[in-house]
C-alpha cells in the first residue's frame, strides 16, 4: 500500500514542480489540481520516448527522469522568483489529497474491472519487457493505445497487476480542477451566495453522473480523457481570453497525451487545435499549445504505430495511423499559419469551417449509409436516457447547452463552442470510420465517451450562465 | 440594452432565465439522478469492492510460454454473486492451449437468461451461464475466431465447454 501511495505522490510532486514554470500566470491552487494529470502527462510522454526510442519501458526510472526534471524547472523558477508561502501550502494540499485518495482507494478496493481492463492490463505487463511495443499486441496498439497501459505499467514497481488508485486520483484531481474553474470563471460575476449556489449545483450535478463516477473506479481510459480535455479546452480559454498565457503550457501538455489515450484523439485534438488557429491566440500560445502535440504525434504516431501497430503503415486517409496522422499535421500548419499577420483576418473563420466541413462529412456518411446514422440515433437516444445508465444527465445537459448556446455572450465564446459543436458532429461521424452504428448498453464505447465532454460541457454551462444577453443589464447579480 | 421588441429582446429574457434557473435545473437533475442510482442494475454500481484487488494466474507456467499474454482472470461481484468469472479469451486463444485444458471434466451447463441480468459488467460478447445446482455462476468470452469457450469451477478447475453444451450467445 505504501509503494502505490509513493506513487500517486511522485506523480503529484511532478507534475508540482513541472508546474512551477507557469507560477506567473496560474495560480497555486489551480496547480494543485493539474498537478496529478500534469504529473502523468509528463510521465507519458518520456514513456512515449522511452518504448519508441529505446523499445521498453522502465515505470521506476522514467518517473524519477520526470521528477528529476521537475526539480531542475522547480530549482530555477525558485531561484529567479523565490519561493511563496503560497506554492508550498498548496503543493502539500496536493500531496496530501494523493495519500488520501490512493489510501481510500487501497483500502476500499473500488476499482471496476471489465475484459477491457484486462486488455490494457496486459498490455502494462507487456511494456516493461525488453521490446514492449513489439510484445503489445498489434491491434491493440492502434485501438488501446499506451496511454493507460503505460500509466499501470507503474504497478510493476509494487508487485502487483493494476493500480486501484489510478482513476480515483484523477477523479477526485478532476472534481477539483473543475470545482477551481467553476469558481474562478464565475468570479466577480454574481454575489457570494449565488455563485456558491451556482458551482456546488454544477459540482454535484457531476457528482451524480453515475457514467462519469463509474469511470473514476474503472480501469479505462475515459476519466484520463475527460481530466485531460477540461485542461486542455479550459486552459486554451483561459490563456486566450483572460490573457494568462502560461495556461497554454498545461493545456499543449494534456492535450497532446490524449493522443496516447484513445484511437479517436486526432479528430479531437484537430478539432481544439483549429479552435486555436481561429482564436485571437497569440504566436506563444499557440506554439506551447502545438509543440507537446507535435512531438507526442511524430513520437508514436509517426514512430511508433507506424511501425509496430497492425496495418500502421497503411497509407489511405481512412487508415488509422496515417488519417490520424493527417489530421494532426494540417491542423497544426493551419494553427501556425493562424498566428500569421496577414493570414490572421482569414484564420478566423477556419473553425467555423472546420465545423462546417466535418459537417458536410457527416452528411455525405449519412446520404452513403443512413442505415448507420438511423441505428446509432435510436441506440444514443436509448443510451442517454435509460440502457446507458446516465439517468438525466445528458437529457438535462444536451437541454441545457442548447439554451446556453442561444444565449451566451462569452468572451472568445467560439474556443468552447466549437470544440463542443466539433465532439458533437464527430461523436456522429464516428460510427463510420470503426466497425459500425453504436451499439445499446453501457458498455458501447460511443456510450462510454460521451464522459470525455462532460466537464467541459458544464464548464461552459456555468460560463454561459454569467455570460449572456440576460445578465448585461446591472439588476443580473441579485436575479439569480 | 435592446429594447422590448427588438430581435435581441427574446435573447436577453431567455438568458435572464436561464440564468436564473439553471442551479435549480442542476441541482434538480442531480437529485433525480442519485434518488434514481439505487435503481439502477448491479453492473452500474460505480462502487463495488472488490474481493483483492489483484489478477490471478489462471494457467501454469508450462501453459503460458505457449501464449504468455493468455492465462488471467478476474473476480468480479463474488460478494454479491458468489463468484462471477471473467475469462479473458479474446484473440488470445488457440487449439492447442485449449487442449491442455481438455483433460478437464466438461461441467454440465444449464444457461438461464435470466442470470444474464444479474451483475453483467459492461462487455457486449459476454454471458452469464449458471450451473445447474444453481450455486456457481460463470461468465465465459468466446474467442475471436474459433468459439471456445472456458468455465471455471469453484476448486479452480478449468475446462472447457464443448459447443454441444454452451449456451447460444445472447446479448445482454
Same mark, same amino acid.
Given at each position: ?247 497554454a503550457i498545461p493545456s499543449g501538455l494534456a492535450l497532446a ?31 506551447d499549445v502545438i509543440v507537446p502535440t ?187 | ?88 479469451? =479474446? ?5 492447442? !492451449? &485449449? /487442449? ?5 471434466? @466438461? $461441467?454440465?451447463? #444449464? ?31 468466446? =474467442? ?5 469457450? !472456458? &468455465? /471455471? ?5 478449468? @475446462? $472447457?465447454?464443448? #459447443? ?9
Amino acid at each position: 500500500m505504501i509503494s502505490e501511495i509513493a506513487i500517486a505522490v511522485g506523480l503529484t510532486i511532478a507534475g508540482s514542480v513541472l508546474l512551477t514554470a507557469v507560477r506567473r500566470d496560474v495560480t497555486a491552487a489551480a496547480r494543485c489540481w493539474l498537478s496529478l494529470p500534469v504529473g502523468a502527462a509528463a510521465y507519458l510522454i518520456a514513456a512515449v520516448v522511452s518504448l519508441v526510442l529505446v523499445g521498453t519501458l522502465d515505470p521506476a526510472m522514467t518517473l524519477l527522469t520526470v521528477l528529476g526534471l521537475g526539480l531542475v524547472v522547480a530549482a530555477v523558477s525558485i531561484i529567479r522568483d523565490g519561493i511563496r508561502r503560497d506554492d508550498v501550502l498548496w503543493m502539500l494540499v496536493g500531496v496530501g489529497i494523493a495519500v488520501v485518495t490512493a489510501l481510500a482507494a487501497r483500502q476500499w478496493h473500488l476499482t471496476r474491472l471489465t475484459p477491457d481492463s484486462l486488455r490494457y492490463v496486459l498490455a502494462s505487463n507487456d511494456l516493461v519487457l525488453a521490446e514492449g511495443l513489439r510484445e503489445m499486441n498489434a491491434t491493440d496498439l492502434v485501438t488501446r493505445q499506451i496511454g493507460l497501459p503505460a500509466l499501470q505499467s507503474l504497478s510493476d514497481m509494487v508487485g502487483r497487476d493494476y493500480l486501484a488508485a489510478l482513476g480515483p486520483l484523477f477523479g477526485v484531481f478532476g472534481l477539483g480542477l473543475f470545482a477551481w474553474l467553476a469558481l474562478e470563471v464565475t468570479r466577480g460575476a454574481l454575489g457570494r451566495r449565488n455563485r456558491l449556489i451556482l458551482v456546488g449545483t454544477a459540482i454535484l450535478f457531476l457528482l451524480s453522473s453515475n457514467r462519469l463516477v463509474y469511470d473514476s473506479f474503472y480501469i479505462n481510459t475515459h476519466i484520463q480523457m475527460a481530466s485531460y480535455l477540461l485542461i486542455a479546452v479550459a486552459g486554451i480559454w483561459l490563456a486566450v481570453s483572460r490573457g494568462l498565457s502560461l495556461w497554454a503550457i498545461p493545456s499543449g501538455l494534456a492535450l497532446a497525451v490524449t493522443l496516447v489515450f484513445r484511437p479517436e484523439a486526432p479528430l479531437v485534438v484537430a478539432i481544439v487545435l483549429v479552435t486555436v488557429a481561429a482564436s485571437r491566440a497569440n504566436m506563444s500560445i499557440r506554439l506551447d499549445v502545438i509543440v507537446p502535440t507535435v512531438a507526442v504525434g511524430i513520437l508514436w504516431y509517426g514512430l511508433g504505430l507506424w511501425r509496430y501497430a497492425a496495418g500502421g503503415n497503411e497509407i489511405s486517409p481512412t487508415a488509422p495511423v496515417f488519417g490520424s496522422l493527417v489530421a494532426i499535421a494540417v491542423a497544426v500548419v493551419l494553427c501556425l499559419a493562424g498566428g500569421a499577420g496577414r493570414v490572421r483576418p482569414w484564420a478566423r473563420w477556419l473553425d467555423l469551417a472546420g465545423v462546417a466541413g466535418l459537417a458536410l462529412l457527416l452528411a455525405f456518411y449519412v446520404a452513403t449509409d443512413p442505415t448507420v446514422f438511423s441505428m446509432s440515433v435510436e441506440a444514443t437516444a436509448r443510451n442517454l436516457v435509460r440502457d446507458g445508465f446516465w439517468l438525466l444527465t445528458w437529457v438535462a445537459a444536451i437541454a441545457l447547452l442548447v439554451v446556453a448556446l442561444i444565449v451566451q455572450v462569452i468572451p472568445d465564446a467560439r474556443v468552447w463552442t466549437v470544440p463542443i459543436i466539433g465532439f458533437a458532429l464527430l461523436y456522429w461521424a464516428l460510427p463510420y470510420v470503426r466497425e459500425g452504428a453504436w451499439r445499446v448498453g453501457a458498455g458501447d464505447s460511443g456510450n462510454r465517451i460521451l464522459a470525455h465532454y462532460l466537464a467541459v460541457s458544464l464548464i461552459f454551462l456555468v460560463l454561459a450562465a454569467v455570460h449572456n444577453r440576460g445578465v448585461a443589464s446591472a439588476d443580473r447579480v441579485e436575479s439569480v | 440594452m435592446p429594447k422590448p421588441d427588438h430581435p435581441r429582446a427574446w435573447r436577453q429574457r431567455l438568458g435572464t432565465v436561464y440564468t436564473r434557473y439553471l442551479p435549480a435545473a442542476l441541482g434538480l437533475t442531480a437529485v433525480v439522478n442519485l434518488a434514481l442510482t439505487p435503481f439502477l442494475p448491479g453492473s452500474a454500481a460505480p462502487i463495488r469492492t472488490h474481493r483483492d484487488g489483484s489478477l490471478t494466474e489462471l494457467v501454469h507456467t508450462e501453459q503460458r510460454a505457449v501464449d504468455r499474454r493468455f492465462g488471467f482472470y478476474m473476480e468480479l461481484d463474488d460478494a454479491t454473486n458468489g463468484g462471477t468469472l471473467i475469462v479473458p479469451m =479474446g484473440s488470445f486463444v488457440n487449439a492447442e !492451449l &485449449a /487442449e491442455g485444458f481438455a483433460s478437464f471434466d @466438461v $461441467v454440465e451447463l #444449464d444457461y438461464d437468461p435470466a442470470a444474464g441480468a444479474t451483475g453483467v459488467p459492461e462487455v457486449p460478447e459476454q454471458w452469464l451461464v449458471e450451473t445447474e445446482s444453481g450455486d456457481l455462476v460463470f461468465s465465459i468470452i468466446p =474467442g475471436n475466431d474459433d468459439l471456445w469457450w !472456458l &468455465a /471455471e469451477r469453484p476448486n479452480g478447475d478449468v @475446462v $472447457v465447454v464443448p #459447443d454441444s453444451v454452451a449456451p447460444a450467445p445472447v446479448s445482454p
